[in-house]
């Protein structure tokens, strides 16, 4: 097991969400064999950017709060979930959106949620068709799968190793909402470059896994989406950003 995130060497979760720069590239989007709206699987080239690699704490989103007066999620403030150093979850989309809008003008640079095509190829960490962020090897069989999450609440970011491009929990802790509008048949005619999601929906669209599932650990394919004014307290985020000149 990795230290905890305050603990570890370099890292500050205090204010700005570390980044890890995302490598452009192709990559197999989706699955085949599971359900429907993974399907069918394809290629799909996506534009170098940078990801947080941890969600975002309790910690750093009560800085946006203090500082901008918005209202704070409904869990935040409770003992389960209220840890500097837990993923903040019951954040609505929109709540998620106006934390990246506060982080772009505090600090100058363009933040943002990332895409279900970039979520995914983040998750795969550099290698092609694995079925989760760590390899093939089931939850289950895990490390100390069957010890985690034992008080039903999220664990603090960062516990355990991250996968091939230092991202850590994805695919477990939280689900993580991404900027795309949700179309289970979305695959079908998607572009081959950068896609965006559907230009209009109900639901947006979420990927991760979550403590409060029984399987607590998702694929890299799975999708999951709620309508985006909903606080779930398995819903939280991570930060992407575009990369350019000034970046």
Not at 134 to 143: E, R, S
Not at 167 to 183: I, K, Q, S, T
């Amino acid at each position: 097991m990795s230290q905890a995130p305050s603990q570890v060497k370099g890292i500050s979760l205090a204010f700005e969400p570390e980044r890890v720069a995302i490598p452009a590239g192709y990559f197999r989007m989706g699955s085949e064999g599971f359900y429907p709206h993974e399907s069918p699987a394809h290629r799909v080239w996506v534009d170098a950017w940078a990801l947080g690699r941890f969600t975002v704490t309790n910690q750093q989103y009560r800085r946006f709060l203090e500082a901008t007066g918005h209202p704070p999620p409904p869990f935040i403030d409770q003992d389960p979930f209220r840890h500097p150093d837990q993923p903040v979850v019951g954040v609505s989309w929109f709540d998620a959106l106006a934390y990246c809008e506060w982080l772009s003008a505090v600090t100058g640079r363009r933040y943002r949620l990332p895409t279900e095509a970039e979520w995914e190829h983040a998750a795969r960490g550099g290698v092609e068709g694995r079925l989760y962020s760590w390899g093939n090897t089931p939850p289950q069989a895990t490390p100390d799968y069957g010890r985690r999450w034992p008080d039903e609440r999220p664990e603090p970011v960062g516990l355990y190793p991250p996968n091939g491009y230092g991202l850590y929990n994805m695919g477990d802790n939280v689900h993580e909402w991404c900027a795309d509008w949700f179309a289970a048949d979305y695959y079908q005619n998607s572009p081959g470059r950068n896609p965006q999601g559907p230009a209009a929906g109900v639901r947006r669209a979420a990927r991760g896994g979550s403590w409060r599932h029984q399987i607590k650990a998702s694929r890299c394919a799975a999708r999951s989406a709620i309508p985006p004014h909903f606080h779930y307290s398995d819903f939280g985020f991570r930060v992407a950003m575009t990369l350019g000149p000034e970046t």
